[in-house]
């Protein structure tokens, strides 16, 4: 047995992928899979709520009394079809509008000879770095309406223009906020794909008489039909599964949608019923997947590339080259720069719908506690409330990063490793399951699980450390694909060479690995950043108030009306992402320049 054992050891430390492996496989069920299959049993048992509608109910005992309320009572309409429709239409509204708008900017940008492309390329993916119900709260500072609202809104206040209620809220401010902060997706996806298309494919279909639209759809539109469908996959599964924005546009007219329609059940300690909705969400989610993938499966290889060459020739804009700058401007001022002004401007302002001189105040930055003013609050700069949560959401944010990174790194590792076997599959499925799961339902399932000690595991009940693990569990998608991609740039052989000397793996990660790696460890930093900074739903039902964190002050503003607290604390929340941003990025790009030493 002891050679065995000996024998058994020596692989595992010649193979560390193999121990990464076991580790990912044993926490990745722990965090993944048993608080799904625990949200299915809840579906399936009796809870306390239930014994106020069921009178011989037993707490725990087998049921489908949630299934039977949700699918087929006379509740249905309300919990349900409702929710179901508005969430659906949503989603492809807000995909449509993204897809098109992502669409136009990339053809723009790669495909003509615009000029200042680096600065447009740069301020146009803005909107995607700022929490899309940031978006929504500056819509309901420009179009709210006193008849709803209480206060009127910028337009109606200065140019008295009545403002109907369809506009101020429900589907239509939803889709058009939501659109402006996910049409980064398609951009994104679709600029790539088209910097990979040789112009020579497209000028030898004109060359055979197409026409401009003819070789648009014959030839450009299926290269970069891929990147289509993961943006429209992307954009329908984010936007219908979003909370904020539907919460802030939509609850004050009563337009649930299902994540709005989770928050409310668990708020009213219904959790069988609204993770019955959360599985119908995730169901969504996973079709919306499986139907991109049948219909891009048979054509997973577009070869764009080839070895003779390659050119990009942009396209001459002409006469058009003044219309088209200007509507980039317009756009990115009417989008950006205007409604950061009045965001501002907002914050300086005692009665929310006076703009005229005399009503201008700094109360609400450096102003001392008046209970005839925002219900006594201090101003934000005085404000332990806010400062702490500041603090919070900075250490939130940076520990979830580095983490978040490692990692990914360390998934990445084990993946390619592994490529081609079942446990990189399986590991690489689970890292990214959590990506269709509710941020509501999720949280709601960790309160559950760590209220009481589990094993050498403690309560994490109202903990940091509670919000600090799911953040990370719930970006594992992000980072494990940054992490993949990184480590899959890494030729195999530098590492070999390194085992050949004996040098353990340890310090082949730490001289080898990571150094190489750090674009993509720096990227998984700056995305994880900014969603764990930004985030809401996923925290929202966790934090106490030694654990407030921005945005979820932000939302407790809001439902109180105080509008100049919500816009001061907003500022202040995306002055640290963009301070973030620009200090991640200024490491990413000073670490290039070192070298690499093993000796």
Known sequence: MKPRYRFLMSRLRSKPELILSILFIIVFSFLIIVPFLRMIYTTFTYQGYDLRLKRDAVEGAFTLFHYMRVFASDLTEAFLIKPLLHSIAVGFGVTVLAMILGSIFAWIFVRTDIPHKKFFQTVITIPYMIPSWVIALVWVLFFQNNRIGGTAGIVQSLLGIPIPDWLAYGYVPIVITLGLHYYAYTFLMISGALRTIDSELEEAGAVAGLQRTHVLMKITFPLVLPALGSS??????????????????????????????????????????????????????????????????????????????????????????????????????????????????????????????????????????????????????????????????????????????????????????????????????????????????????????????????????????????????????????????????????????????????????????????????????????????????????????????????????????????????????????????????LVSLKSKYKTIDIG
């Open 232 to 585: 429209f996959v992307l954009t329908f599964t984010r936007s219908m599964g979003t909370f904020g924005t539907p919460a802030l546009l939509g609850l004050p007219v009563r337009f649930f949608t299902l994540p709005t329609q989770i928050y409310a059940m668990i708020n009213s300690r219904n959790v069988g019923d609204a993770f019955v909705l959360a599985l119908v969400l995730i169901v969504l989610a996973v079709t919306a997947i499986l139907i991109n993938n049948k219909m891009i499966g048979v054509r997973k290889s577009f070869v764009t590339m080839k070895g003779k060459g390659f050119r990009a020739n942009p396209m001459k804009l002409g006469t058009y080259k003044p219309l088209i700058m200007t509507f980039l401007s317009v756009f990115l001022i009417l989008v950006i720069v205007l409604p950061l002004i009045m965001l501002i401007l907002s914050t300086f302002i005692m009665i929310p719908d006076n703009y005229s001189a005399d009503n201008m105040t700094t109360h609400f930055w450096i102003g001392d506690s008046d209970p005839m003013i925002s219900s006594g609050q201090k101003g934000i700069m005085k404000n332990e409330g806010i400062i702490r949560a500041m603090f919070n959401s900075i250490r939130l944010g940076v520990i979830s990063a580095v983490l978040n990174a490692f990692i990914g790194l360390l998934i990445g590792y084990t993946v390619v490793k592994n490529r081609g076997t079942k446990i990189a599959r399986t590991i690489e499925a689970v890292a990214f399951a959590p990506y269709v799961f509710p941020g509501i339902a999720f949280a709601a399932i960790y309160l559950g699980m760590f209220s009481q000690p589990f094993g050498p595991i403690p309560a994490l009940y109202g903990t940091f450390s509670l919000i600090v693990l799911i953040v990370i569990v719930k970006n594992l998608p992000f980072s494990s694909r940054s992490g993949i991609s990184a480590i899959m740039q890494i030729d195999a052989s530098l590492e070999e060479s390194a085992v050949t000397q004996g040098i353990p793996w340890l310090k082949r990660f730490r001289l080898i690995i990571l150094p190489l790696s750090k674009s993509g460890f720096f990227s998984g930093m700056l995305l994880t950043f900014i969603t764990s900074v930004r985030e809401l739903s996923l925290v929202i039902l966790l934090v106490t108030p030694k654990t407030e964190l921005l945005t979820t002050m932000i939302f407790a503003y809001k439902t109180q009306e105080q509008t100049q607290h919500v816009n001061g604390v907003t500022l202040v929340l995306l002055f640290i992402i963009i301070v973030a941003n620009v200090l991640i990025r």
